[in-house]
């Protein structure tokens, strides 16, 4: 087994304070996981959910939760991965095992979210080090670093054509907003709502459009987002800031609400909102992430007296190795928009930038671009 | 039955424990949390909390029961027999938090400096238990 090495990444020290862009110490990869040298590496609104505080993982942290780049080492007992194989990482690594892996969710898995919350692998140790002290990856992941340590589930390799920042946008983005689209109850020519048309809502969208909805609302209350989600495929974009959403979604579907209406921010009101614009019998979907300790408010008697379903969706019900290649040969048909996605680009040394820019001017999806250049050649002291 | 069956015994009981972390290592995670927290009990109806005492106090904290005079940062609001499973190590926060059986009030990140800790602290109440003569309420509640 190779030695640690050092290598520069972005850390959240601790809530609220500012990204420190440093260098860290990286362990080789154990039994069943692999050293990914990342190319690029997307910023989702979870990690400024983690900088807030709103999203309590442990800290110190390396941000960073979806990424593309090379494989460039391989644990013991891993078979599906060589080095120098293309590669996106993704951030639910399910262990196959656990009863939820078992029974058929694996974007629930027992392991995968203990890993997450905890910031450990399952033995308690990390392969992260600052300061001679545990650093902890977000949800097994860690992208925003020149290279990360994780594990084989977490991973699946990607065609030559289909470039890093691309490939990077289907670790989280695209098969959570995506996901969520083709495993709801919408049927072809049915009419959604998609609020919120960040990262994930405009892949709600690309889901709805592929899944056959003849009409999708989009609710943004920035310009930009919704210029975005017309490009993904909504019909109509509505500006919240302007118009009374409600009052939006019901005056364009005759009164009648819609048949699936998606929540992609995490903010409670705005889940009650997708449940009052779904019409009778229809399904509101909550897809955004809110802080752990928010309740909403809806209408009790509309669960039985107008059969209305709120329920949830985690990653898009998304299962990495099933779903990454699906999602591939749609972006090889034209079906999937994975390019026009991409907003900004930064460097890692602009990673607070980055965040920044996602916490006051969020849209589309912005890439956190590395350099391919070698990692830096190994140390022979541990824990630095 | 619930395992506290009076506001006094849960009192008695459970601000005894927190008296006692008062004087362990772990204390000194109160001045990361940076604030009151506050425990706030149902079944039986009553509040304990740990108030931040400067770092030149004996401890780092005091323990301070009935409505608060100083502000709260976190209130965590659950009942006893929760509260009791909680300490005993047999609650899952995140499952808890999800289900309503402890909800949550303030900036829950700073709570996240106890949590990696919690896992020492937990047998401690456990010692606690046998302590003042309880110890058949360690395997009594269901986990
Ligand atoms: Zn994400
Ligand atoms: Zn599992």
Known sequence: ?384 | MPIFDTPEALETILGGFFERLRFVEQAYLIYQIGGTMEFVFRKPDTRIRWVPQPKTAATPFTVAYGVPTEPVLLTFEQDGDTAHRFWLGRVNLQQALARQQVVARGPLSRAMKLIPHLDEIYPLYAHYLEDVGHAEWIGGARS
């Open chain 1, 1 to 384: 087994m190779s030695a640690s090495r050092l290598i520069r990444a972005a850390i959240l020290p601790d809530y609220d304070q500012p990204i420190e862009v440093t260098t860290v110490t990286l362990d080789a990869p154990q039994h069943g996981e692999v050293l990914v040298r990342l190319v690029a590496a997307g910023v989702c609104h979870s990690d400024g959910h983690v900088v807030t505080g709103h999203l309590p993982l442990p800290t110190p942290i390396v941000l960073g939760h979806e990424g593309a780049g090379v494989v460039e080492e391989v644990g013991m007992g891993v078979t599906h991965l060589r080095p120098g194989d293309r590669v996106m990482v993704s951030w639910i690594p399910a262990c196959g095992h656990c009863w939820w892996c078992v029974n058929g969710q694996p974007e629930l898995c027992e392991q995968a979210n203990t890993s997450a919350v905890s910031g450990e692998r399952p033995d308690g140790s990390t392969r992260l080090h600052w300061h001679n002290a545990p650093l902890y990856p977000f949800s097994s992941a860690g992208t925003w670093a020149e290279a990360a340590v994780v594990p084989a589930t977490s991973v699946v390799p990607i065609p030559d054509h289909l470039p890093y920042a691309e490939a990077a946008l289907l670790g989280c983005a695209v098969q959570t907003g995506v996901g969520a689209a083709l495993r709801s109850p919408l049927r072809p020519g049915d009419t959604v709502a998609v609020i919120g048309c960040g990262g994930v809502g405009l892949n709600i969208i690309q889901g709805a459009r592929i899944r056959g909805a003849s009409t999708i609302l989009a609710v943004d209350p920035a310009a930009e987002n919704r210029e975005l989600a017309l490009i993904m495929g909504a019909h109509h974009a509505i500006n919240p800031a302007q118009e009374d959403a409600l009052t939006a979604v019901l005056d364009l579907t005759d009164d009648r609400g819609v048949d699936v209406a998606f929540e992609a921010v995490g903010q409670p009101e705005l889940i009650a909102l997708a449940f009052a614009a779904a019409r009778r019998g229809g399904t509101a979907i909550a897809v955004g992430v809110p802080t752990p300790n928010a309740t909403v408010s809806v209408n009790a008697f509309a669960f039985a007296s107008q059969e209305k379903t709120l329920t949830g969706s985690w990653f898009g019900g998304s299962y990495a190795p099933r779903d990454v290649p699906r999602l591939i040969a749609l972006w090889e048909r034209q079906q999937l928009q994975l390019t026009s996605l991409i907003r900004r680009q930064y460097s890692l040394d602009a990673a607070g930038e980055a965040l920044y820019q996602l916490l006051h001017h969020p849209a589309g999806r912005n890439l956190i671009t590395l350099h391919s250049s070698p990692v830096p050649p190994d140390i022979s002291e541990k824990g630095a």
